[in-house]
């Protein structure tokens, strides 16, 4: 007799099969075996006044639940100039989603939502965009064509977005290979996502229209670390001219990855690029698995063509109990459908990625496209004995006709998207037939994915008729190229130069720093290490525990530095009057001292102070270990000391006069 078939068993003996290897184990080789690929498309805000194609403000942002007026829209597919339909509008438009905005009258206008003609494009913008394609060493268009970029799933209330090409074919330098670059455009960022439930989407407009920048890059990246220190480079090169957005939301990247024997998909709105590592790593062996599952079915079935599922709709009665979704679904008013999908026994349950099989596959995309709320289904491969008693599967396979090799789903759905869904089923079964399909998927925090939407294909792109091309003179090159920061791999080598550790690298590139500390070292002549350093490591540690108050910049950092320098106070009081300064940005630093009980010693009553305290010391009978009297001294002499005399300098008169007895 042959062993109950176990779902749990099956996931880790596939997650074998697939060779899957913990993130952070696998090696370079390991992903060079699999054939791993990478590229990034990084979309970059600008720091500009205005948005890109009218005169509202940029920058503005909608309170939460705050809006002037509320439009619906419905999203159709249109043809492209060859009489074809692209394939996500396509799958948009059969979602039959309510769009929902909420508009503030200061963000939005009659442009957004398509009733007024583009403005000529903003030039601040342009300009920002030439002087980071300069800095990317892209080739600079010798005119600017705006086109049209269809987007169905109602994130910009036109249907479609504009966007032109500034420059092509660059490259960047990573530490062991250079990384080739496409292009660089420059476009208009979409609505900000507020809800999507059912077949109700909702969007605030304050973010639409803002100008911002895409970087994509070739798939040179071979690895996913490489692909991290790659968004890296293009984010600090980008924040090196001071002209971009910070903070949440400012920058997203996509990513796109691919290994041997699979397809490019897309991972869309990584918002943290130390996110990169584990989701291509994960994605990789997604697309593994999906392989191996296409040769399971291969095997299996010999022609495909005539493969299709039989599904029947059933009444709640014929369920042996009901679990908390199943309650759920039937008070819904949910018609429950069951479906067979034939020759898929121990596939639901195939590993894909950490903690997901393929039927996530099958539940994502009834979410996405049926707009089947998710739980949306039980199946014949549960891990969870309580779900699977529910439903008597030995029944339900004779219902279905259904073979031993055979799988089964049950799901619930509304009447009007039941036919949506069923054809939803089948179509994710059949391309499993052919491996891994072309799509773009969501990331999420722990590293894996979920479906997002069919990958787009050239058809959604098209000239925009209501822009003139726009030229780009050498001169407006020149006068970009003339103001460019010093490049990213160069203040590296600044960094390094100076003997600054690496531990501050990150958040000195991070927040266009190197500006701040060179003149910091150029104008007040203090020690490059400990200027970098009281970024890198103080404020660093500082800003980890609390947000700064408002009016808080990095300017004012060098105005204690030059400060300080200027009341001839010695340096090691910066860092003391620092965490004051952050909360208190408006303060002025004679009050700093007082807050931080400053008081002025010469250095000679600082030193006066060494005999008495010495003699103290010795008569509370404590340790005569030079090093820790050395220490209990410096403890003591601190307060008066700071700022009035270098403390390197304090210790070795210290050590002299313990040595000398």
């Not at 059969?94 to 909420?102: A, E, L, S, V």
């Not at 208009?188 to 439930?197: I, Q």
């Not at 939301?249 to 130390?274: L, P």
């Not at 008693?389 to 004779?398: G, M, Q, R, S």
């Given at each position: 007799m042959s062993e109950p078939f176990n779902p749990r068993k099956n996931y880790q003996e596939t997650r074998k099969r697939v060779g899957y290897i913990e993130f952070g184990k696998a090696k370079p080789s390991d992903y060079q075996a699999i054939g791993f690929k990478c590229g990034l498309e990084i979309h970059q805000q600008l720091l500009t006044k205005k948005k890109l194609f009218c005169r509202c403000p940029a920058g503005v942002y909608q309170k939460d639940g705050a809006y002037d007026a509320e439009l619906i829209r419905h999203m159709r597919p249109t043809l492209s100039e060859l009489g074809e339909y692209d394939g996500t509008a396509l799958m948009e438009?059969?979602?039959?989603?309510?769009?929902?905005?909420?508009?503030?009258?200061?963000?939005?206008?009659?442009?957004d939502i398509d009733d007024t003609p583009p403005f000529v494009i903003d030039r601040e913008a342009l300009d920002i965009a030439i002087e980071i394609a300069l800095l990317s060493k892209l080739n600079i268009v010798g005119e600017l064509h705006i086109?049209?970029?269809?987007?169905?799933?109602?994130?910009?209330?036109?249907?479609?977005?504009?966007?032109?090409?500034?420059?092509?074919?660059?490259?960047?330098?990573?530490?062991?290979?250079?990384?080739?670059?496409?292009?660089?455009?420059?476009?208009?960022?979409?609505?900000?996502?507020?809800?999507?439930?059912?077949?109700?989407?909702?969007?605030?407009?304050?973010r639409l229209g803002m100008p911002l920048i895409e970087t994509v890059t070739y798939p040179d990246m071979t690895t996913p670390f490489e692909a991290a220190e790659a968004g890296h480079y293009l984010r600090f090169l980008a924040r090196s001219t001071?002209?971009?957005?910070?903070?949440?939301?400012?920058?997203?990247?996509?990513?796109?990855?691919?290994?041997?024997?699979?397809?490019?998909?897309?991972?869309?709105?990584?918002?943290?690029?130390?996110?990169?590592?584990?989701?291509?790593?994960?994605?990789?062996?997604?697309?593994?698995?999906?392989?191996?599952?296409?040769?399971?079915?291969?095997?299996?079935?010999?022609?495909?063509?005539?493969?299709?599922?039989?599904?029947?709709?059933?009444?709640?009665?014929?369920?042996k109990g009901q679990s908390e979704v199943v309650k759920k679904a039937k008070s819904s008013g949910l018609r429950l459908v069951a479906v067979n999908l034939p020759q898929f026994r121990g596939l639901l349950s195939f590993f894909l990625q950490p903690g997901k099989t393929f039927v996530d596959e099958l539940s994502g995309r009834l979410k996405v496209i049926a707009c089947l709320e998710q739980p949306n289904m039980l199946?014949?491969?549960?891990?969870?004995?309580?779900?699977?008693?529910?439903?008597?599967?030995?029944?339900?396979?004779?219902?279905l006709k259904a073979g031993d090799n055979d799988a089964q789903i049950l799901f619930w759905s509304g009447s009007e998207d039941l036919l949506t869904a069923v054809e939803t089923i089948e179509e994710r079964c059949r391309l499993a037939f052919d491996g891994v399909p072309n799509e773009t998927r969501k990331s999420l925090?722990?590293?894996?994915?979920?479906?997002?939407?069919?990958?787009?294909?050239?058809?959604?792109?098209?000239?925009?008729?209501?822009?003139?091309?726009i030229p780009v003179s050498e001169e407006l090159i020149e006068k970009n190229r003339q103001s460019l920061p010093l490049e990213v791999h160069e203040q590296l080598g600044q960094l390094k130069e100076w003997g600054v550790p690496e531990d501050t690298y990150h958040y000195i590139l991070r927040n266009n720093l190197m500006p701040t500390i060179r003149r910091i070292v150029d104008e007040c002549k203090y020690e490059p290490v400990y200027a970098a350093t009281t970024f890198g490591h103080t404020l660093k540690h500082i800003s980890g525990k609390t947000?700064?108050?408002?009016?808080?910049?990095?300017?004012?950092?060098?105005?204690?530095?030059?400060?300080?320098?200027?009341?001839?106070?010695?340096?090691?009081?910066?860092?003391?009057?620092?965490?004051?300064?952050?909360?208190?940005?408006?303060?002025?630093?004679?009050?700093?001292?007082?807050?931080?009980?400053?008081?002025?010693?010469?250095?000679?009553?600082?030193?006066?102070?060494?005999?008495?305290?010495?003699?103290?010391?010795?008569?509370?009978?404590?340790?005569?270990?030079?090093?820790?009297?050395?220490?209990?001294?410096?403890?003591y002499l601190r307060k008066w000391a700071l700022g009035n005399i270098p403390l390197s300098e304090l210790r070795a008169i210290v050590e002299k006069e313990i040595q000398d007895g």
């Open positions: 438009f059969k979602t039959r989603k309510n769009i929902i905005y909420h508009i503030e009258n200061i963000t939005a206008c009659t442009y086109t049209r970029k269809q987007y169905l799933d109602g994130s910009i209330p036109t249907g479609f977005q504009r966007t032109a090409i500034v420059g092509i074919e660059g490259e960047i330098p990573l530490t062991n290979k250079k990384v080739r670059l496409i292009q660089l455009s420059l476009e208009e960022d979409a609505c900000r996502e507020v809800s999507d439930v059912g077949h109700f989407r909702t969007y605030t407009t304050d001071g002209k971009v957005r910070t903070g949440s939301g400012s920058a997203r990247e996509d990513v796109n990855v691919s290994v041997t024997g699979g397809q490019r998909v897309e991972i869309k709105g990584v918002s943290y690029i130390s996110r990169i590592p584990r989701l291509t790593h994960n994605e990789a062996y997604r697309q593994r698995g999906l392989i191996e599952i296409k040769k399971e079915l291969k095997a299996r079935v010999k022609d495909a063509t005539g493969w299709k599922i039989a599904y029947k709709e059933i009444e709640y009665d014929l369920l199946h014949s491969e549960l891990f969870d004995n309580s779900d699977a008693e529910v439903i008597d599967f030995a029944a339900l396979k004779k219902l925090a722990d590293g894996t994915t979920i479906f997002e939407r069919v990958l787009p294909g050239p058809d959604r792109m098209y000239p925009d008729t209501d822009s003139a091309p947000a700064p108050a408002d009016g808080f910049t990095f300017n004012k950092v060098y105005g204690l530095f030059k400060w300080v320098r200027d009341n001839r106070l010695e340096k090691e009081i910066i860092r003391e009057m620092l965490p004051v300064v952050y909360s208190h940005p408006n303060i002025l630093f004679d009050s700093v001292l007082s807050l931080i009980e400053y008081t002025r010693n010469s250095r000679d009553k600082v030193i006066s102070y060494i005999p008495m305290l010495k003699a103290k010391f010795k008569s509370r009978g404590n340790s005569t270990d030079p090093e820790a009297l050395t220490r209990w001294l410096m403890g």
